[in-house]
T-cell receptor
């Protein structure tokens, strides 16, 4: 299973863009990059996912490098409610199991 | 629409007792997952159900843990003879399990906080 590496913590000023990096240098060609976040005392929340092209939705943008060995989640205008642990996950593609393997994630603190 | 629901939200039990945790997935979702999150730790996969296929139990930490999914919908996670190290938040997720292994999104419930005294 491809593993991911994320910084343990980051700060961001409210209203500014939050850029959360993730390294996944051993990713396989058919594995997707997923991002989830977990706000304190809640279950994880899906944010976005991608294979090789950049993706954007109402929550965030996902930039994946051409070699697919790293990616960046961008929250364009961070608010205090975006304070959470952000998990970058490479989806297990083998077998029939869709389990997610969570690392330690990045704790994003949005400050006023 | 309604999301994944779990009950109870909190459970306190004594060491050695059995507990049952319930998960109601999103209607129509064929895949159901159980994870747990110990204090200060990341999420750990426990078990996965997909339709009528045999479940993937590879994440269950011991034979004291079991789970079933009746009628392809509601799931129950049972922990027998609970130990203090079982204290954690137990999270359930479901997904529509669309075609294409990498494209189904898991939707999580709020979790059950289990405390074993």
């Amino acid at each position: 299973d491809a593993k991911t590496t994320q910084p343990p913590s980051m700060d961001c000023a409210e209203g500014r863009a939050a850029n959360l990096p993730c390294n996944h240098s051993t990713i396989s060609g058919n594995e997707y990059v997923y991002w989830y976040r977990q706000i304190h005392s809640q279950g994880p929340q899906y944010i976005i996912h991608g294979l090789k092209n950049n993706e954007t939705n109402e929550m965030a943008s996902l930039i994946i490098t051409e070699d697919r060995k790293s990616s960046t989640l961008i929250l364009p205008h961070a608010t205090l409610r975006d304070t959470a642990v952000y998990y970058c996950i490479v989806r297990v593609a083998s077998g029939n199991t869709g389990k997610l393997i969570f690392g330690q994630g990045t704790t994003l603190q949005v400050k006023p | 629409g309604a999301g994944v629901s779990q009950s109870p939200s909190n459970k306190v039990t004594e060491k050695g007792k059995d507990v049952e945790l319930r998960c109601d997935p999103i209607s129509g979702h064929t895949a159901l997952y159980w994870y747990r999150q110990s204090l200060g730790q990341g999420l750990e996969f426990l078990i996965y159900f997909q339709g009528n296929s045999a479940p993937d139990k590879s994440g269950l930490p011991s034979d004291r843990f079991s789970a079933e999914r009746t009628g392809g919908s509601v799931s129950t996670l049972t922990i027998q003879r609970t130990q203090q190290e079982d204290s954690a938040v137990y999270l359930c997720a479901s997904s529509p399990r669309l075609t294409g292994a990498g494209t189904d999104t898991q939707y999580f419930g709020p979790g059950t906080r289990l405390t074993v005294l």
